[in-house]
């Protein structure tokens, strides 16, 4: 999505290239409703004209909602406060294309009540490095998860999941090891098992991609 809008921005600007912050990266093939960018143009028209500008040169599954002047040391990394991510579960006997694109497809029946209780354990602040790793040069993997819920919605498993920041492919990382709970394959308590270990050997497989998205981002 960055070299998408990287691309976008450029053209407008009529520059070689304009880089683009973002208030956080994702892996390919996840989807984002709430990510916030950042980047710094001359522009003599108003905000709304470089929105409809900027939408005409970005692909159909790109789209910028809306568009302001900010301060020129805001860094939508850095002043993020909370994180918003989802992540669904397609859960039937047989499988939805129309689903695919936005779902995990798990036939196997999911055990939601064991997957709570395993969920329970990862909330609050905890080193989560069985689960990830840092995205930035320090190594830092003390994260502070406020919230882990799981939902269900006629067929589909839903987890919402909030926290100060995340480590690369922690979310994902975290679905793959309730998942090996939700089947019956492991008890809720190895999910504290797997925290405490502080190693990514220890967890469940990696939740394939499609199944994520970036709900909302505070500052």
């Not at 709430?34 to 692909?59: K, Y």
């Not at 905890?126 to 269900?152: E, N, Y």
Request: hydrophobic share 40%.
């Amino acid at each position: 999505m960055q070299g998408e809008l990287e691309v976008a921005v450029s053209q407008v600007a009529h520059k070689d290239r304009i880089v683009i912050y973002g208030s956080g990266r994702t892996d390919a093939g996840v989807h984002a409703l709430g990510q916030v960018i950042a980047f710094d143009m001359e522009w003599r028209h108003t905000s709304e004209d470089l929105l409809r500008a900027i939408n005409a040169c970005l692909p159909r599954d790109i789209v910028v909602r809306t568009l302001g002047v900010i301060s020129s040391d805001f860094n939508p990394r850095r002043c993020a406060r909370l994180r918003s991510y989802q992540y669904r579960i397609y859960n039937a006997a047989i499988r939805s294309p129309i689903h695919s694109r936005t779902s995990w497809y798990v036939k196997a029946k999911l055990d939601l009540d064991a997957i709570r209780s395993g969920a329970k354990y990862l909330v609050g602040e905890h080193d989560f490095a069985s689960f990830g790793r840092s995205p930035d040069k320090l190594g830092h993997t003390i994260r502070m998860v406020s919230r882990l819920d799981w939902s269900a919605n006629r067929d589909s498993l839903i987890m919402e999941i909030e926290a100060n920041a995340f480590l690369y492919r922690m979310v994902r990382s975290i679905v793959g090891t309730l998942y090996m709970v939700g089947v019956g394959k492991w008890n809720s308590s190895v999910v504290e098992e797997v925290l405490h270990a502080k190693d990514r050997n220890k967890s469940g497989p990696l939740a394939p991609p499609q199944g994520l998205t970036l709900t909302k981002i505070e500052f």
